[in-house]
């Protein structure tokens, strides 16, 4: 669904058309973060190329060594291939749910219904859920859930003009 790649890249890696794999000062302000002890980080600063060099080639697990390994395989995985392909393998090889891996499977796990079919809303719902797919559940959303995932659909138009390196 051309809404699942929207809504996933508007919630995970909105810059994707301008970043060469990692952005390296959001990737600095996490860092920075950990290192004064500020706040766990929620979210490590990953790219949609980082993500897809961790989940093709590493380990799911935290740690300093992977992410090490992460960032020139996100940096070559960019180089390598199109954007556009960048977007499909990573919604393809995602977890989505516990054993759920692909946009496929994860829409008839969660809405009975093929990834194609999929609207804004439950697009937003799948992306919403990305970040903790063993505890998110976007077929039966709580109010947090579905209140992150209506803050995605409203960023969908905003990233739409970046978008274009993605022929979407």
């Known amino acids: 669904s051309p809404e699942l790649a929207k ?10 058309c301008s970043h060469g794999g990692v952005e390296w000062g959001v990737l600095q302000d996490v860092v920075q973060d950990a290192i004064d002890g500020e706040r766990q ?19 799911p697990s935290r740690s300093y060594v992977r992410k090490a390994l992460e960032l020139p395989l ?14 499909e393998v990573y919604l393809n090889i995602a977890e989505w749910a516990p054993g759920i891996y692909g ?11 093929p990834a194609a079919k999929l609207s804004r809303r439950e697009a937003s719902l799948l992306a919403a859920a990305l970040p ?11 109010r947090g859930l579905s209140s992150y995932a209506r803050r995605i659909a409203a960023r969908v138009p905003s990233t739409e003009p970046v978008l274009g390196c993605l022929g979407l």
């Open 7 to 16: 809504t996933v890249v508007a919630a995970e890696d909105a810059g994707i």
């Open 41 to 59: 980080p929620t979210r490590g600063g990953s790219t949609i190329p980082m993500q897809v060099a961790k989940n093709l080639f590493l380990w």
């Open 74 to 87: 996100a940096t070559w995985i960019d180089f390598v291939w199109p954007k556009r392909r960048l977007v």
């Open 103 to 113: 946009a496929e499977a994860a829409s008839q796990h969660h809405f009975r219904k």
């Open 132 to 142: 903790n797919p063993l505890m998110r559940k976007p077929g039966k959303p709580g």
